[in-house]
């Protein structure tokens, strides 16, 4: 019996381990995949746990799977993409930058991908998050954990009609003596061997990815058809690139090795460069190498590509068409006096309009003297604009301080305009000590010319916060004291509690504010900015801490509008706001004042209620850091 018993258990054990072995086998079948795109499921977990991390919320599942020659790579969306301001992930022992494939600004989106060794395996990595308006910094270390068994076949990779055996010839076949080779050499086969008169033609090229039929996203970074121009039989290519402030380099491949493309000229405000390069064959592809950074994105990459040129549409071009031509500059003019013209704050080298749009105020004020022309803006939040420079001559100079008034938090500042037509390069350094915030922003002004009108002498110069505009008949201001019945407009400022100090609070309001005054009681609404974040809002009276009334909410804008009671518009009120932001694990409440500008009451033509809550003249920051529900699908990794 103990005999018979042993036997079974012996049984029993050899069973297991077979089985045991066979269950690593199963996961490594799993993840040996035939070339292709596939969709796969992830997670990102705690560096130390297979706890859910916070990163779990900035990323889109399912990821996609590419396959190439038995290599992985994973792409996916990061969600609040402008508060992801590093990702790297681990390779060969190694933490390294992500590549950008795609960014959507206005969904505030992009897709990154990186190499797997094996989707079998956590992934470290490493993601570094900013929120400058909440002085919110932080670097998460994570780990990404992919699900094998979701990998679904999105694309099967066609196979290499050239490995084909059947189109190989046979080693033993002799060839027939009788026949006589052909007399024109195959092109393919022969370098050097285009035979182009000399001039100038139109030829399209494809930008393709490297050793690969599959164009490249980056042809949307030049311009096809390129120039190409033929002399003594020697070819050169003239091609025009767009998005010049992110390529740093542009290098084509001679006799071996990679050199730089000949620069031929450059236009800053459309964001061009026309480049030449020489090309000894246009029947084979030629190797290109491009390297792209994007410094507010802390992005760097060398991407290595292939152009294809298409001999078949060449075409002979007109001798004024030989080249890409610089835009000549406008010869301007306008006689000396003074002007009034409108401007765009713009992000640097795009048209895109910045936030600094709200710290100064367009109109301008342009004066020309002796053909000579000066703008006079002025800058709002003087506080925390330390330094305001433009560009002159290639250097950047401070512009010159005209007058401050430190009360409404203006300064008047005046700088040289050497051509309106051109975007002028600004810098301009904001500091807000309460926030720990330091940065030199890197900005365009662009002047509307078609704009410009004559004004007054008694108009020249703007005074604090006015624009310079028609005038107007002298509204008598209300006395704060006897103010009748109505409703008002009123400028406010959120403060740090028994300060002078701006609040970071004062990002999250609107002002100018609706002043109401009924039976001589007074009350003050405004809108919250980024109102699901804040949870709570009190404000003092009688001694005690009340919650504000809300009139009206808006989930979609994420903003409601809130009301308080103010006995007297002279004193500080005392307020307390509570911040949740759960996705972060941030949870402060601030206790502030609010101080209220009785020189800026005007009565409101509108007195129908308080839809319209004024400007944003308080918003200088990062207004739009709510949060991103809509943050759409993954389905356009490719």
Same mark, same amino acid.
């Given at each position: 019996?103990?005999?018979?018993?042993?036997?079974?258990?012996?049984?029993?054990?050899?069973?297991?381990?077979?089985?045991?072995?066979?269950?690593?086998?199963?996961?490594?079948?799993?993840?040996?995949?035939?070339?292709?795109?596939?969709?796969?499921?992830?997670?990102?977990?705690?560096?130390? +746990?297979? @706890?859910?991390?916070?990163?779990?919320?900035?990323?889109?599942?399912?990821?996609?799977?590419?396959?190439?020659?038995?290599?992985?790579?994973?792409?996916?969306?990061?969600?609040?993409?402008?508060?992801?301001?590093?990702?790297?992930?681990?390779?060969?022992?190694?933490?390294?930058?992500?590549?950008?494939?795609?960014?959507?600004?206005?969904?505030?989106?992009? &897709?990154?991908?990186?190499? &797997?060794?094996?989707?079998?395996?956590?992934?470290?990595?490493?993601?570094?998050?900013?929120?400058?308006?909440?002085?919110?910094?932080?670097?998460?270390?994570?780990?990404?954990?992919?699900?094998?068994?979701? #990998?679904?076949?999105?694309?099967?990779?066609?196979?290499?009609?050239?490995?084909?055996?059947?189109?190989?010839?046979?080693?033993?076949?002799?060839? $027939?003596?009788?026949?006589?080779?052909? *007399?024109?050499?195959? +092109?393919?086969? *022969?370098?050097?061997?285009?035979?182009?008169?000399?001039?100038?033609?139109?030829?399209?090229?494809?930008?393709?990815?490297?050793?690969?039929?599959?164009?490249?996203?980056?042809?949307?970074?030049?311009?096809?058809?390129?120039?190409?121009?033929?002399?003594?039989?020697?070819?050169?290519?003239?091609?025009?690139?767009?998005?010049?402030?992110?390529?740093?380099?542009?290098?084509?491949?001679?006799?071996?090795?990679? &050199?730089?493309?000949?620069?031929?000229?450059?236009?800053?405000?459309?964001?061009?460069?026309?480049?030449?390069?020489?090309?000894?064959?246009?029947?084979?592809?030629?190797?290109?190498?491009?390297?792209?950074?994007?410094?507010?994105?802390?992005?760097?990459?060398?991407?290595?590509?292939?152009?294809?040129?298409?001999?078949? %549409?060449?075409?002979? #071009?007109?001798?004024?068409?030989?080249?890409?031509?610089?835009?000549?500059?406008?010869?301007?003019?306008?006689?000396?006096?003074?002007?009034?013209?409108?401007?765009?704050?713009?992000?640097?080298?795009?048209? @895109?309009?910045?936030?600094?749009?709200?710290?100064?105020?367009?109109?301008?004020?342009?004066?020309?003297?002796?053909?000579?022309?000066?703008?006079?803006?002025?800058?709002? $939040?003087?506080?925390?604009?330390?330094?305001?420079?433009?560009?002159?001559?290639? +250097?950047?100079?401070?512009?010159?301080?005209?007058?401050?008034? %430190?009360?409404?938090?203006?300064?008047?500042?005046?700088?040289?305009? $050497?051509?309106?037509?051109?975007?002028?390069?600004?810098? &301009?350094? #904001? @500091?807000?000590?309460?926030?720990?915030?330091?940065?030199?922003?890197?900005?365009? !002004?662009?002047?509307?010319?078609?704009? !410009?009108?004559?004004?007054?002498?008694? @108009?020249?110069?703007?005074?604090?916060?006015? %624009?310079?505009?028609?005038?107007?008949?002298?509204?008598?201001?209300?006395?704060?004291?006897?103010?009748?019945?109505?409703?008002?407009?009123?400028?406010?400022?959120?403060?740090?509690?028994?300060?002078?100090?701006? +609040?970071?609070?004062?990002?999250?309001?609107?002002?100018?504010?609706?002043?109401?005054?009924?039976?001589?009681?007074?009350?003050?609404?405004?809108?919250?900015?980024?109102?699901?974040?804040?949870?709570?809002?009190?404000?003092?009276?009688?001694?005690?801490?009340?919650?504000?009334?809300?009139?009206?909410?808006?989930?979609?804008?994420?903003?409601?509008?809130?009301?308080?009671?103010?006995?007297?518009?002279?004193?500080?009120?005392?307020?307390?706001?509570?911040?949740?932001?759960?996705?972060?694990?941030?949870?402060?409440?601030?206790?502030?004042?609010?101080?209220?500008? %009785?020189?800026?009451?005007?009565?409101?033509?509108?007195?129908?209620?308080?839809?319209?809550?004024?400007?944003?003249?308080?918003?200088?920051?990062?207004?739009?850091?709510?949060?991103?529900?809509?943050?759409?699908?993954?389905?356009?990794?490719?």
């Amino acid at each position: 019996m103990n005999r018979y018993l042993k036997i079974v258990v012996a049984m029993c054990l050899m069973i297991f381990t077979f089985i045991s072995t066979l269950q690593p086998l199963a996961v490594q079948a799993a993840t040996k995949l035939a070339d292709g795109e596939y969709s796969i499921g992830f997670q990102v977990i705690k560096d130390t +746990s297979d @706890e859910i991390s916070k990163m779990n919320d900035y990323v889109i599942s399912p990821a996609t799977l590419k396959v190439k020659d038995g290599k992985q790579k994973v792409s996916f969306t990061l969600k609040n993409s402008e508060w992801i301001t590093k990702f790297t992930t681990e390779k060969a022992g190694q933490f390294v930058d992500v590549n950008v494939l795609g960014e959507d600004k206005e969904k505030n989106t992009r &897709v990154v991908e990186f190499d &797997v060794v094996d989707v079998a395996n956590l992934l470290n990595g490493k993601v570094k998050v900013d929120i400058d308006a909440m002085d919110y910094h932080h670097v998460f270390d994570v780990r990404i954990k992919f699900d094998s068994s979701s #990998i679904t076949l999105i694309k099967a990779e066609k196979p290499n009609e050239k490995e084909d055996p059947a189109n190989k010839p046979d080693p033993n076949e002799k060839p $027939d003596p009788s026949q006589k080779p052909d *007399q024109k050499p195959d +092109s393919d086969q *022969q370098p050097n061997s285009n035979t182009i008169n000399d001039g100038n033609y139109s030829i399209p090229f494809k930008v393709l990815k490297d050793k690969t039929d599959e164009e490249s996203r980056m042809k949307d970074k030049l311009i096809s058809p390129a120039v190409l121009k033929v002399e003594n039989g020697k070819k050169k290519a003239t091609v025009t690139l767009t998005d010049n402030a992110s390529i740093k380099n542009f290098q084509t491949e001679k006799d071996g090795s990679f &050199v730089d493309a000949k620069v031929i000229s450059e236009n800053k405000e459309k964001n061009t460069r026309v480049v030449e390069f020489e090309v000894d064959n246009l029947s084979k592809k030629l190797n290109t190498k491009v390297f792209i950074e994007v410094a507010s994105q802390n992005y760097k990459q060398t991407h290595e590509l292939q152009l294809q040129f298409n001999q078949e %549409k060449l075409e002979s #071009i007109k001798d004024e068409e030989k080249q890409p031509e610089v835009e000549k500059p406008t010869i301007e003019t306008i006689k000396d006096g003074d002007y009034s013209i409108p401007f765009k704050v713009l992000k640097d080298k795009t048209d @895109e309009e910045s936030r600094m749009k709200e710290n100064v105020i367009s109109p301008a004020v342009l004066k020309v003297e002796n053909g000579k022309k000066k703008a006079v803006v002025t800058l709002k $939040d003087n506080a925390s604009i330390k330094n305001f420079q433009t560009e002159k001559d290639g +250097s950047f100079v401070d512009a010159k301080v005209v007058s401050e008034d %430190k009360e409404k938090n203006t300064r008047v500042v005046e700088f040289e305009v $050497d051509n309106l037509s051109k975007k002028l390069n600004t810098k &301009v350094f #904001i @500091e807000v000590a309460s926030r720990n915030y330091k940065q030199t922003h890197e900005l365009q !002004l662009q002047f509307n010319q078609e704009k !410009l009108e004559p004004i007054k002498n008694e @108009e020249k110069q703007p005074d604090g916060d006015k %624009k310079p505009e028609v005038e107007k008949p002298e509204v008598e201001k209300p006395n704060v004291e006897t103010i009748k019945d109505g409703e008002y407009s009123i400028n406010f400022k959120a403060l740090k509690d028994q300060s002078e100090e701006i +609040s970071m609070m004062n990002t999250y309001t609107k002002s100018p504010g609706v002043l109401k005054v009924k039976d001589g009681k007074k009350y003050v609404s405004f809108t919250l900015t980024n109102s699901a974040w804040i949870t709570k809002f009190e404000f003092e009276k009688n001694g005690s801490f009340v919650d504000a009334s809300v009139l009206s909410e808006d989930k979609k804008a994420d903003t409601r509008v809130v009301e308080v009671a103010v006995d007297d518009l002279s004193k500080k009120l005392n307020a307390k706001v509570k911040v949740d932001i759960d996705s972060m694990n941030y949870h402060h409440f601030y206790d502030i004042q609010f101080a209220f500008d %009785k020189g800026s009451i005007k009565p409101l033509d509108n007195q129908g209620g308080n839809d319209n809550q004024g400007g944003n003249d308080n918003q200088g920051g990062n207004d739009n850091q709510g949060g991103n529900d809509n943050q759409g699908g993954n389905d356009n990794q490719g």
